[in-house]
């Protein structure tokens, strides 16, 4: 079983609709979280970080932790055709002395006109 | 642009090679990763490296090594290529004052292994 599950999609929805992306986690040492866009070919880009659980709102991205469940979302209101990218969480450790991010598989999304 | 630079942006080559990228970090930031993105393995974490100094490692092969040289700028060698190897390999840079903070990716070397 992989640290981190991400369902991978695709996932397709018209203009304006508001997107929700999820991933699940097995290691409660897991302390920090981050979504990030990577385009297609293209680096990934980080978009939301967080540490705490609850509720963090950036613009129309907002990223919601649950440390109880092991659960993360990005929802992504008013979508547009250029949020049309792979969607991936990361997340480390709260301890340690290494930056490792674990990743999810990543989550396709496409914004329809 | 993350301000982090990688080359080639495209390698061919055949099994039995060996090829080596290359990355340029931010300006500043002392701490470089390397990460391999394939399609059934996703993103995954290979090495990091502190101020010069191997900082942790991760599901990287022996075949696959790497160093930060004094300016900064770190190269991966990978050997003995195999066609499994081909990926996107990913080069990020952090300041690495606290282990929490943000990575910026650069734009990847697409490697392909004949």
């Known amino acids: 079983q992989k640290e981190v599950e991400q369902d991978p999609g695709p996932l397709s929805v018209p203009e304006g609709a508001i997107v929700s992306l999820n991933c699940t986690y097995s290691?409660?040492?897991?302390?920090?979280f981050m979504w990030y866009r990577q385009y297609s070919r293209k680096g990934p880009e980080l978009l939301m970080y967080t540490y705490s659980s609850g509720n963090k709102e950036d613009g129309r991205f907002t990223a919601q932790v649950d440390k109880s469940s092991k659960y993360i979302s990005l929802f992504i209101r008013d979508s547009q055709p250029s949020d049309s990218a792979t969607y991936l969480c990361?997340?480390?450790?709260?301890?340690?002395?290494?930056?490792?991010?674990?990743f999810g598989q990543g989550t396709t999304l496409q914004v329809k006109p | 642009d993350s301000g982090v630079t990688q080359t080639p942006k495209h390698l061919i080559t055949a099994t039995g090679q060996r090829v080596t990228l290359r990355c340029s970090p931010r300006?500043?930031?002392?701490?470089v990763y390397w990460y391999q993105q394939s399609l059934d393995q996703g993103l995954q974490f290979l090495i990091q490296y502190y101020n010069g100094e191997e900082r942790a490692k991760g599901n990287i092969l022996e075949r696959f090594s790497a160093q930060q040289f004094p300016d900064l700028h770190s190269e991966l060698n990978l050997s003995s290529l195999e066609l499994g190897d081909s990926a996107l390999y990913f080069c990020?840079?952090?300041?690495?004052?606290?282990?929490?903070?943000?990575?910026?990716f650069g734009p990847g070397t697409r490697l392909t292994v004949l």
């Open positions: 990020a840079s952090s300041v690495a004052r606290s282990w929490a903070d943000t990575q910026y």
């Open positions: 990361a997340m480390r450790h709260g301890s340690g002395n290494t930056g490792k991010l674990i």
């Open positions: 300006s500043g930031d002392l701490s």
């Open positions: 290691n409660s040492a897991f302390q920090y």
